[in-house]
């Protein structure tokens, strides 16, 4: 079964930084896209950072775009999303995903889904 557990979520201030990772279990990275996601409250879920094995090619959103790196530890099956410069806009929860057949980072590609963690960045 594909699990994905994410943590490292909590609470910042502005300016801040954040590391989330997710353990991953299930699956090899080098046969799935995988990605970070997150929703606001009262807000659609977007991608935030998406990373493609087939294509050997990662994608940022525009507003993390230079504030945030995704990377991945083969031998520790975890994906992580490093973040800096946080802003309160940031606030979220942060999700990983993972889909064997996604090809970019809309959120309705990926069938496999962690459970979230809560990102909040104070003013």
């Known amino acids: 079964d594909v699990q994905l557990q994410a943590s490292g979520g909590g609470l910042v201030q502005a300016g801040g930084s954040l590391r989330l990772s997710c353990a991953a279990s299930?699956?090899?990275?080098?046969?799935?896209?995988i990605g970070w996601f997150r929703q606001a409250p009262g807000k659609e879920r977007e991608g935030v950072s998406c990373?493609?094995?087939?294509?050997?090619?990662?994608y940022y959103a525009d507003f993390v775009t230079g504030r945030a790196t995704i990377s991945r530890d083969n031998a520790k099956n975890t994906v992580y999303l490093q973040m800096i410069s946080l802003r309160p806009e940031d606030t979220a929860v942060y999700y990983c995903?993972?889909?064997?057949?996604?090809?970019?980072?809309?959120?309705?590609?990926?069938?496999?889904w962690g459970q979230g963690t809560l990102v909040t960045v104070s003013s």
């Open positions: 299930g699956f090899t990275f080098d046969d799935n896209a």
């Open positions: 990373f493609n094995s087939f294509t050997n090619t990662t």
């Open positions: 995903a993972t889909d064997p057949f996604a090809v970019s980072c809309r959120p309705d590609l990926y069938e496999y």
